[in-house]
C-alpha cells in the first residue's frame, strides 16, 4: 500500500506506483511479474514485429498504447478518500494486487521500447530482425527464468548482448569500440577432440568439465549418516512438539564436541553454531534452553536484527531491516565468519525467512532455498531448516507444509511427531535422504524443571515416518490439534502477503482444513480481514504487515 497525497506530480507518481528496479520496496512477486510480462512481449515483437504483413503495421502507436495501459491500471486499482474539493481530494493508496498488474505492465511497455530503441541506433534493419532479435529472445529467455536474489539484474538490451556484436559488423557496439573477431577457441575448462565445444555465437560459455578428470570426494558429516555439512537439511512437525528443543540439543553437542544419539558413540567435532529464530526470544527462551542442554555458548552466535544506515537523516539513525534469503544471505555469511569453524546453522522456521515468497508455488520457494544451498556448499555447513506439517493425509513427504521444493531442495527431510501410544514420547523420522543410506529414527523425551530438556532414548525406533504420520487411522470428530495446525497453516500461508478470502479458504480446503476451522484460527491470530472498497473482495492479512484497507471488516459485514 502506497500512502501519498493527492499533490504528487504524475511522474512521480508513476514511479511511486510502476516500483521499477531497484525501488526499496521491490519484491521477488513483483520482480517475477515483470520477468513474466517482459519475455511475453518480446516473444510476441519476434512473432509480429518481424516481416509484418499489415501495412499499417505501426510500433510507435503500440509502444504509446502500452504506457497509456500503465496509467490505465494505476488508475483502476487507485483508492481515493474525500475531502473539502471533492471525492477524490486525496490519493490514499492502490487496491491489493495493484503492485503485480504494474509490473507486468510495465515490464510489456518496457519490451516494446528495447525494440525500437534499437531500431533508431541500427544500421542494418534486416540484420538486426533476423540475426539479433532472435538471439536477443534467447538471452531474454535465460534472464526471466534466472534465480530472483538481492541486486536486481535488468534484462538484456538487443545492441548489449555478448558476442552478438562481433557478427554484425554493421551495427554500432557499445561504448563505440570497434568489433572483435569471434574466436574459435573452446571454452576454458574443455580439452580437444571429442569434447571440443565451438563457442556460442550467442555469447554464452559453456562451462563443463570431463568427469574422467573429477577427484571423487566423500560426503562430510555433521551427524554421521543424517545430517550432511555444505548441505540443507529439513526438519518438519506440527507446533508444540519440541523441534526447537531439538535444533537446540544438536547445537549444543556441536558447542562442546558431544556424542550423538544411538551412534556407537560417534562424536560431533566441536564447531560454532549460527541461529537464526523468529518465533523463540534469545534472553528467556533460547539461552535458559542452551544452558539446560549443556551448550558451551562461547561457540554459538544468534542473529538479532539487521540495520541499514540511512543517508540523509541524522548520522546513527538505521531502519531495521527484516531478514530474507533471498536478499541478506551475505549478512549471514558475516555471521558464520564470526562463528568460525561454524558447522551448523539452524534457521527456525525457515517460512518466517522467506521474504514475501509464496511458500506454496514451487519455482518461488526453489528460488529462495538455493541461495540458501549456496551458501551452505561454500562454507562447509550443515543447514538445518524447521518447518510444519500440515492437516492432510497421504505419505510423509507430502505432509510438509507449502510447496513439494521444500523436501526437494532439503537433501534429508526428518518429521518430528508423537508417539500415539505415549503422547510424552516424541520421535524424529527419516523422510528422506539422498545422501546416506535409510535408516531407522529416534525417540526423544523433553525432561527437567524449570526448562526442560531433550533426552535420547538409547535404541532406536524401527517405525517409519508414513506409518506415524502419512497413513494414520482418524476418529470421528476434529482431532485436538485441529486448531493449532490451521493456526500453523495460516500463518505460512500470510507470510507472503495479504490474500483474498475466498483463496484462502479454497487452499485451506485442499490441506484438510474445514472453513469454522479455520475462521477460528483467524479470530485466534488476530488475522485481518477487509475490503478495498464496498466493491472490492474481502482480503486477509497477518496483524502488523500493513494498514487495513478501505471499507467495513469481515466481522462487521457477517454481523
Known amino acids: 500500500m502506497v500512502a501519498t497525497s493527492r499533490t504528487i506530480t504524475e511522474p ?25 510480462g517482459f519475455v511475453e512481449e518480446a516473444r510476441r515483437v519476434l512473432r509480429e514485429w518481424v516481416d509484418p504483413d499489415d501495412e499499417t503495421f505501426d510500433p510507435w502507436g503500440e509502444i504509446e498504447a502500452a504506457h497509456r495501459l500503465r496509467l490505465k491500471i494505476r488508475e483502476r486499482y487507485t483508492v481515493y478518500g474525500p475531502g473539502c474539493a471533492g471525492r ?17 505492465s510495465r515490464g510489456r511497455h518496457h519490451a516494446l521500447a528495447y525494440v525500437a530503441q534499437s531500431w533508431e541506433k541500427a544500421d542494418d534493419l534486416d540484420t538486426l530482425d533476423h540475426l539479433v532479435l532472435p538471439a536477443w529472445l534467447m538471452a531474454v529467455e535465460q534472464w526471466a527464468n534466472g534465480l530472483i536474489r538481492s541486486g536486481v539484474t535488468p534484462p538484456p538490451r538487443p545492441l548489449q548482448i555478448e558476442g552478438v556484436q562481433a557478427m554484425l559488423c554493421g551495427l554500432p557496439c557499445a561504448g563505440g569500440e570497434p568489433p572483435k573477431p569471434a574466436t574459435t577457441e573452446p571454452a576454458p575448462g574443455l580439452r580437444r577432440g ?107 552466535q544468534a542473529m538479532r536484527a539487521l540495520y541499514q544506515p540511512q543517508p540523509g537523516l541524522e548520522p546513527g539513525i538505521e531502519r531495521l531491516v527484516p531478514f530474507s534469503l533471498l536478499e541478506h544471505v551475505p549478512q549471514l555469511e558475516e555471521l558464520i565468519r564470526h562463528a568460525d569453524p561454524c558447522r551448523l546453522v539452524v534457521v527456525d522456521p525457515v517460512s518466517a525467512f522467506l521474504g514475501g515468497t509464496d511458500s506454496h508455488n514451487n519455482s518461488e520457494v526453489r528460488s529462495a532455498l538455493s541461495p540458501l544451498s549456496d551458501m551452505a556448499a561454500r562454507n562447509r555447513v550443515a ?13 510423509a513427504i507430502n505432509r510438509v507444509v507449502g510447496s513439494i521444493a521444500f523436501t526437494a531442495a532439503a537433501r534429508a527431510a526428518y518429521v518430528v511427531t508423537r508417539d500415539e501410544d505415549d503422547p510424552a514420547r516424541r520421535l524424529l523420522l527419516p523422510v528422506k535422504n539422498n545422501l546416506g543410506r535409510d535408516q531407522n529414527g529416534f525417540a526423544y523425551r523433553l525432561v527437567g524443571e524449570p526448562t526442560p530438556h531433550v533426552e535420547w532414548e538409547p535404541v532406536p525406533v524401527v517405525i517409519s515416518a508414513d506409518e506415524a504420520v502419512g497413513e494414520r487411522r482418524h476418529t470421528r470428530g476434529p482431532e485436538p490439534d485441529a486448531r493449532r495446525d490451521a493456526e500453523a497453516w495460516l500463518l505460512d500461508f500470510l507470510a507472503a502477503g495479504p490474500r483474498p478470502a475466498r483463496e484462502v479458504y479454497a487452499s485451506a480446503s485442499d490441506d484438510g482444513h474445514t472453513r469454522d476451522t479455520i475462521r477460528r484460527a483467524k479470530a485466534a491470530l488476530g488475522v485481518q480481514a477487509a475490503k478495498a472498497g464496498y466493491q472490492g473482495p474481502w482480503t486477509w492479512l497477518l496483524p502488523g504487515s500493513g494498514p487495513v484497507m478501505i471499507g467495513q471488516t469481515e466481522e462487521a459485514a457477517n454481523a
Not at 548441505?231 to 519440541?242: C, E, R, T, V
Not at 543447514?383 to 505419505?395: D, I, P
Open 383 to 395: 543447514v538445518v531448516a524447521v518447518t510444519h506439517l500440515n492437516k492432510g493425509q497421504g505419505s
Open 194 to 300: 571429442s569434447d571440443k565445444v565451438e563457442p556460442s555465437p550467442f555469447g554464452l560459455r559453456v562451462d563443463a568439465v570431463c568427469l574422467a578428470d573429477v577427484e571423487p570426494e566423500r560426503v562430510r558429516w555433521l551427524w554421521p549418516g543424517r545430517f550432511a555439512l555444505g548441505k540443507l537439511s529439513l526438519i518438519a512437525g506440527q507446533p508444540g512438539l519440541g523441534k526447537s528443543f531439538l535444533t537446540l540439543d544438536m547445537a549444543a553437542r556441536v558447542s562442546r564436541g558431544d556424542v550423538w544419539p544411538c551412534d556407537n558413540g560417534a562424536r560431533a567435532a566441536p564447531g560454532g553454531v549460527v541461529l537464526l529464530s523468529a518465533e523463540d526470544d534469545i534472553n528467556d527462551t533460547i539461552v535458559p534452553r542452551l544452558i539446560a542442554a549443556g551448550a558451551d555458548r562461547s561457540h554459538i
Open 88 to 104: 477524490e481530494t486525496y490519493h490514499l493508496g492502490y487496491r491489493p494486487g495493484h503492485e503485480i498488474a504494474a509490473a507486468r
Open 12 to 36: 512521480a507518481m508513476a514511479r511511486r506506483y510502476d516500483d521499477g528496479l531497484g525501488w526499496p520496496n521491490a519484491t521477488p512477486r513483483k520482480e517475477r511479474a515483470y520477468r513474466q
